[in-house]
């Protein structure tokens, strides 16, 4: 099971309002929430903890308050017991939130607006190392190339567990199919072969990426991208990336980038569900 959730950030008081806001959340959780400086950070920081909750609840039937969480020494949010193998992942940038939900193996999720800011996108581009810097300044759209690998060394790193602590360089994200890449990684390089990234648009201003462990989701075990809108969002009518190949060598060129049939959001397809009442 792999279940992706987005949430348009302008949607967080309407989903708060359905499930209860603040009062869902624990201490310790409101207590994180009154420390953020700014209404947009404290805005998204409920809209991803209420997600989660209404992601876990669909995928197990449990109520919304059941969940609890406990932070790893990366400070990433891990469900509090056993329960089944259940994994979650949440990220959020300016407009979006994005939850991913497994069992029995890692997830990582990342979502960022597209293109990065030129100075955020010259900060990013140096954290790179040389091979990955060539494959950026040889690609024919290098603030697109540049967001889409960052997207997806960031949904890997998630996914491993450590985030950015682990460190940027000497990853690869190898195309095999639309929309989906191996990864390999220099400092594992077996354990980072049996990863997959999958890249996604949810939208005409964000790029998300979704990593998990081999075996890729097939037909019968889709990525369901679950659009938790509760109106009608115009994402929902967004056209999917520019073809591209990133990294660009010729030698691993296969084909275009573009959405999987299964990454397209929608209130129809496979793995939809209702908004909270």
Same mark, same amino acid.
């Given at each position: ?53 209404? =992601? ?81 300044? =040889? ?98 009518? =967004? ?13 691993? =060129? ?24």
């Amino acid at each position: 099971m792999t279940e992706l959730w987005t949430l348009p950030e302008d949607q967080v008081s309407e989903l708060a309002r359905r499930m209860g806001g603040l009062g869902l959340l624990s201490a310790e959780e409101r207590a994180r929430h009154g420390r953020l400086r700014t209404p947009g950070a404290r805005r998204r920081f409920l809209g991803g903890r209420l997600l989660c909750r209404r =992601a876990l609840s669909a995928a197990t039937g449990l109520p919304p308050d059941t969940w609890r969480f406990v932070r790893t020494r990366y400070g990433r949010p891990e469900l509090e017991g056993d329960h089944g193998g259940l994994r979650f992942n949440v990220s959020h940038t300016e407009g979006l939130i994005a939850c991913v939900v497994t069992r029995g193996r890692a997830c990582g999720v990342d979502v960022e607006r597209a293109p990065f800011a030129p100075g955020t996108a010259r900060l990013l581009r140096d954290r790179f190392d040389a091979a990955q810097r060539a494959a950026l300044d =040889a690609a024919p759209d290098r603030p697109a190339a540049l967001t889409e690998l960052w997207v997806l060394t960031e949904a890997y790193l998630k996914g491993l567990g450590t985030g950015l602590a682990y460190g940027v360089r000497g990853l690869r994200f190898t195309p095999c199919g639309p929309g989906r890449f191996t990864v390999y990684d220099g400092r594992r390089p077996a354990p980072g072969s049996r990863w997959h990234a999958h890249l996604l648009r949810p939208g005409p201003a964000h790029l998300l990426a979704v990593a998990v462990p081999a075996p890729a989701p097939h037909p019968n075990d889709p990525l369901h991208p679950t659009a938790h809108r509760l109106p009608p969002h115009p994402a929902d009518s =967004a056209p999917p990336p520019a073809p591209r190949l990133f990294p660009p060598p010729a030698a691993r =060129a296969t084909g275009p980038i573009r959405p999987h049939p299964y990454d397209a959001p929608s209130h129809t397809g496979p793995g939809h569900r209702p908004p909270p009442r």
